[in-house]
């Protein structure tokens, strides 16, 4: 029997979800440890007009967005931009390197979230029972919540896109609740309003405003990111063709208008060296605008339960990838094997884990203030550079006239302008700090040890087509 005949035979993923459910995905991806914690760093590098960059960094998501959905609902197949990048370019090593870019930033993320919750529960034992976890307790912690999502997602995709829902609802009520917090301090409740600081920028003596902007924005992407997620689940979501277009769209308008309003409420109630200084910025908003209310003590919380959505969402998105290029071949055909009940890559889901595990005890070893900032940029450049190359892809996808027809088309105009604001946004021009680009550099060293690694196994393996451009591998059935 030979290798593709036995990838063929692997039972396929179950197609679970609907628009409801792919919404409150996309919803509940983008609006995570961004916008909890990164209001008080963009505010930093622009003064109060903090919601410039966000609303800058929608612009060109929504633009990238377009060529992402062209590409989806031409090929409704896991794997995302790792598949475009296959079937445009068909070089091997781009393939894999776009993958390997891709499943690093998820995973990143994801393991961030899993040490961010942990310390945050730590900062809640402290004041509720002055009892500390400490340096142990927190890295205990947030390996056995990174275990937890492991379990979950390997009980199913149903159960996973259900908590998933659960926990979105939570974190866009705790959002819910600055806003409101704001309006009510902007009616005359509360707190010390100054609306001038919205329309502020206050930059480094070393920086104009353009430069100041596009250094903010780099860093506020990442709050816009988790929509190319989206992609990997399109083996398991129903009618992708006709869900997608609608669906992705909706999601990004409704966290664009949420993160430009959450971000003027912020400059409103707080100076900008307050939620620069702090680890909870939108606590010191609600603090702020309805002084002695319990919202301050719930908001914690609420922000636990938002890196938990962050964490389960780029976790699936993670072994997903794993298991669409294994289909592909340009994985070992071991990481694309579906449990036979719960119908999940379970393999794929072990191995992105353990990757999680070790990225715990670096972040906790190396972890100073900045950490989120860093890190969160860090995961910015790399998906920027990947955005760039999907704006390539669907350009030179043009001339695949075999692809199932009726899929969704973007104007021409709009991955050229994707392209160039993403390159820009990747090059030292924007204002990135150094750190950011040689943390992406091990990254992509650590990519490139991995995939000549891969090909020894797969040389083991037999697997002399590594890449091959079978359109209907890893194609869903009827």
């Excluded at 409150?24 to 209001?39: N, R, S």
């Excluded at 005359?188 to 903010?216: H, I, M, P, Y």
Aim: hydrophobic content about 55%; charged content about 10%; some cysteine.
């Amino acid at each position: 029997m030979s290798q593709t005949e036995t990838v063929e035979e692997q039972p396929q993923l179950r197609r679970v979800m609907g628009p409801g459910l792919l919404l409150l995905f996309i919803v509940g991806d983008i609006l995570g440890t961004g916008v909890y914690a990164l209001t008080g760093d963009v505010a930093a590098e622009v003064g109060g007009a903090a919601w410039v960059p966000f609303l800058v960094a929608f612009l060109i998501a929504t633009v990238t967005a377009f060529s992402y959905l062209e590409l989806v609902t031409k090929y409704p197949q896991a794997a995302g931009a790792a598949l475009y990048a296959h079937k445009a370019f068909g070089i091997q090593f781009v393939t894999f390197l776009v993958a390997f870019v891709v499943m690093c930033s998820g995973i990143t993320s994801a393991s961030t979230a899993s040490r961010f919750f942990a310390a945050n529960l730590d900062t809640v034992l402290d004041d509720a029972f002055q009892w500390s976890l400490g340096k142990v307790g927190i890295v205990v912690v947030a390996l056995l919540f990174m275990a937890l999502i492991a379990m979950v997602n390997l009980r199913g995709v149903g159960e996973s896109v259900k908590l998933n829902v659960v926990l979105t609802i939570i974190e866009i009520t705790g959002l819910l609740l600055v806003i409101f917090v704001g309006l009510w301090a902007f009616t005359g409740g509360g707190g010390d309003v100054d609306f001038s600081r919205v329309v502020a920028f206050e930059t480094a003596q070393d920086k104009n405003v353009f430069l100041a902007v596009t250094t903010a924005t780099s860093l506020a992407f990442f709050a816009m990111v988790g929509f190319e997620d989206s992609v990997n689940m399109a083996e398991e979501t129903k009618d992708p063709v006709k869900i997608f277009p609608k669906v992705l769209l909706s999601g990004l308008a409704i966290a664009g208008v949420v993160y430009v309003v959450v971000a003027i409420v912020a400059v409103a109630l707080v100076p900008v060296g307050v939620l620069e200084a702090s680890d909870t910025p939108l606590v010191e908003v609600v603090k702020a605008g309805a002084p002695g209310l319990p919202i301050e003590t719930i908001l914690p919380y609420i922000s636990m339960f938002a890196v938990s959505n962050t964490a389960l969402i780029n976790m699936l998105m993670a072994s997903r990838l794993i298991y669409g290029m294994s289909r592909q071949h340009v994985l070992p055909p071991v990481l694309g094997t579906v449990h036979p009940r719960r119908l999940t890559p379970w393999v794929a889901i072990l191995f992105t884990t353990l990757i999680a595990f070790g990225l715990i005890f670096y972040v906790t070893a190396f972890a100073n203030s900045s950490a989120i900032s860093i890190l969160g940029g860090t995961t910015s450049l790399l998906l920027l550079a990947v955005f760039a190359m999907v704006n390539v892809a669907v350009l030179v996808l043009r001339r695949d006239v075999q692809a199932s027809g009726g899929h969704f088309k973007t104007p021409t105009a709009l991955p050229i302008v994707g392209f160039v604001a993403s390159l820009y946004l990747v090059l030292p021009f924007s204002g990135r700090p150094t750190q950011q680009y040689i943390l992406a550099l091990i990254l992509v060293a650590i990519g490139v040890v991995l995939f000549f690694i891969t090909m020894l196994i797969n040389r083991q393996l037999g697997i002399r087509d590594a890449g091959i451009k079978d359109p209907h591998l890893g194609k869903p059935p009827d």
